[in-house]
C-alpha cells in the first residue's frame, strides 16, 4: 500500500449532494423510501465499488441478481446502461483527481481513452449489425472463454512490463464493444485485462475503461429512448444512487493499492467472471 486516505472535502461534499439529491426526488416524486429501495442501493453501491475499483462487474454481477428480484429485462437494461453512464464519467474525474490516470491534454491516457471510446462506439453499431450471424449461446461461450484466459495470462504474466501498441488498442476496442453488444457483458473485464496485457498499467487501465464505457453506455441510452421507449424511475433512481456513492471510495482505493497487486487481483476477478459466464450458459 502507498500513501494515505484523501477522503477530502471534495468526495465528502460529492457524497453529501448525492443523498441530498436523492432524498429531494424522492420527496419530489412521493416516492417512499422503503427497505427494498434501500436494498437496490446498497446493491448498486458494492457492485459499482468492484466496478470503478477494477474496472469490471458492475453489469456481470447486478443484472442477474435484479433479475431474480422479478425485474424484467426491459426494465433493467436502461437503468444499468444509464447508471454505468453517470459513474462511468464520474469515475473518470476521480481516477484523474487521485492520480491513477492521467485525463490532462496530449497525455498517452487521454489519447488511449479516447481511441477506445471511439472504437467502443463505432463497434456498438458493427456488433448490433452481425448479431443474428451467430447463435447467442455460442458467442457467450466464446466470451466466457477469451476473457477467462485473459485474466488467467495477467496472473502468469502481471509482472512483466509490454510495449504500447496503438494497433493494440484498436483491436481491444472493436473486440471489447463487439461483445457488449452482441451479450450485454463482457466489456469490462475484457477492457481492463486487455489494456494490461498492452502495456497499460493496472491502475490506468480502471479509469480508461470508465471512461470508455461511459461514452457506450451513452450511445445505448441515446439509442434506448430513440426508440420511444421510458425508464422505470422507481429503479433509476435508487441504481444511480449507489452507483455514484461508490465512486470517491472505489478510485481511492486503486490509488492505495500496490500496483502489482492490483494486477493480481484483475486477474482473479477477470477469471471469476469469465467462468461466471461459460456457467451462465452451460448450467
Given at each position: 500500500?502507498?500513501?494515505?486516505?484523501?477522503?477530502?472535502?471534495?468526495r465528502?461534499?460529492?457524497?453529501?449532494?448525492?443523498?441530498?439529491?436523492?432524498?429531494a426526488?424522492?420527496?419530489?416524486?412521493?416516492?417512499?423510501?422503503?427497505?427494498?429501495i434501500?436494498?437496490?442501493?446498497?446493491?448498486?453501491f458494492a457492485?459499482e465499488?468492484?466496478?470503478?475499483?477494477?474496472?469490471?462487474?458492475?453489469g456481470?454481477?447486478?443484472?442477474?441478481?435484479?433479475?431474480?428480484?422479478?425485474?424484467?429485462?426491459?426494465?433493467l437494461?436502461?437503468?444499468?446502461?444509464?447508471?454505468?453512464?453517470?459513474?462511468?464519467?464520474?469515475?473518470?474525474?476521480?481516477?484523474?483527481?487521485?492520480?491513477?490516470?492521467?485525463?490532462?491534454?496530449?497525455?498517452?491516457?487521454?489519447?488511449?481513452?479516447?481511441l477506445?471510446?471511439?472504437?467502443?462506439?463505432?463497434?456498438?453499431?458493427?456488433?448490433?449489425?452481425?448479431?443474428?450471424?451467430?447463435?447467442?449461446?455460442?458467442?457467450?461461450?466464446?466470451?466466457?472463454?477469451?476473457?477467462?484466459?485473459?485474466?488467467?495470462?495477467?496472473?502468469?504474466?502481471?509482472?512483466?512490463?509490454?510495449?504500447?501498441?496503438?494497433?493494440?488498442?484498436?483491436?481491444?476496442?472493436?473486440?471489447?464493444?463487439?461483445?457488449?453488444?452482441?451479450?450485454?457483458?463482457g466489456?469490462?473485464?475484457?477492457?481492463?485485462?486487455?489494456?494490461?496485457?498492452?502495456?497499460?498499467?493496472?491502475k490506468?487501465?480502471?479509469?480508461?475503461?470508465s471512461?470508455?464505457?461511459?461514452?457506450?453506455?451513452?450511445?445505448?441510452?441515446?439509442?434506448?429512448?430513440?426508440?420511444?421507449?421510458r425508464?422505470?424511475?422507481?429503479?433509476?433512481?435508487?441504481?444511480?444512487?449507489?452507483?455514484?456513492?461508490?465512486?470517491?471510495?472505489?478510485?481511492?482505493?486503486?490509488?492505495?493499492?500496490?500496483?502489482?497487486?492490483?494486477?493480481?487481483?484483475?486477474?482473479?476477478?477477470?477469471?471469476?467472471l469469465?467462468?461466471?459466464?461459460?456457467?451462465?450458459?452451460?448450467?
Amino acid at each position: 500500500m502507498t500513501g494515505g486516505w484523501r477522503l477530502n472535502r471534495k468526495r465528502i461534499v460529492w457524497i453529501a449532494l448525492i443523498i441530498a439529491a436523492f432524498a429531494a426526488i424522492s420527496a419530489a416524486r412521493g416516492a417512499p423510501i422503503t427497505p427494498k429501495i434501500i436494498g437496490i442501493i446498497l446493491l448498486c453501491f458494492a457492485c459499482e465499488l468492484v466496478d470503478s475499483s477494477l474496472g469490471m462487474g458492475y453489469g456481470t454481477a447486478l443484472t442477474p441478481i435484479l433479475l431474480a428480484m422479478g425485474y424484467s429485462p426491459l426494465q433493467l437494461v436502461p437503468s444499468v446502461l444509464f447508471s454505468e453512464l453517470m459513474s462511468g464519467f464520474a469515475a473518470s474525474y476521480f481516477h484523474h483527481d487521485s492520480g491513477n490516470v492521467d485525463f490532462s491534454r496530449r497525455t498517452r491516457d487521454l489519447k488511449v481513452a479516447s481511441l477506445l471510446a471511439a472504437g467502443s462506439v463505432l463497434g456498438v453499431g458493427v456488433g448490433v449489425s452481425l448479431a443474428v450471424r451467430v447463435p447467442a449461446d455460442m458467442l457467450k461461450i466464446i466470451i466466457g472463454v477469451i476473457i477467462t484466459g485473459a485474466g488467467a495470462a495477467i496472473w502468469v504474466l502481471h509482472a512483466r512490463t509490454f510495449a504500447y501498441r496503438t494497433w493494440k488498442m484498436v483491436a481491444l476496442a472493436a473486440t471489447a464493444s463487439f461483445n457488449k453488444a452482441l451479450s450485454g457483458g463482457g466489456y469490462g473485464p475484457l477492457m481492463t485485462s486487455g489494456q494490461v496485457l498492452s502495456g497499460i498499467e493496472g491502475k490506468a487501465s480502471v479509469g480508461i475503461t470508465s471512461f470508455a464505457e461511459a461514452f457506450t453506455c451513452l450511445i445505448g441510452v441515446i439509442l434506448f429512448l430513440a426508440k420511444g421507449k421510458r425508464f422505470d424511475y422507481d429503479l433509476l433512481v435508487p441504481m444511480v444512487t449507489g452507483a455514484l456513492l461508490s465512486v470517491p471510495l472505489s478510485t481511492e482505493f486503486v490509488r492505495h493499492i500496490d500496483e502489482l497487486k492490483l494486477k493480481r487481483l484483475i486477474a482473479v476477478v477477470t477469471v471469476l467472471l469469465g467462468l461466471f459466464t461459460l456457467y451462465k450458459v452451460l448450467a
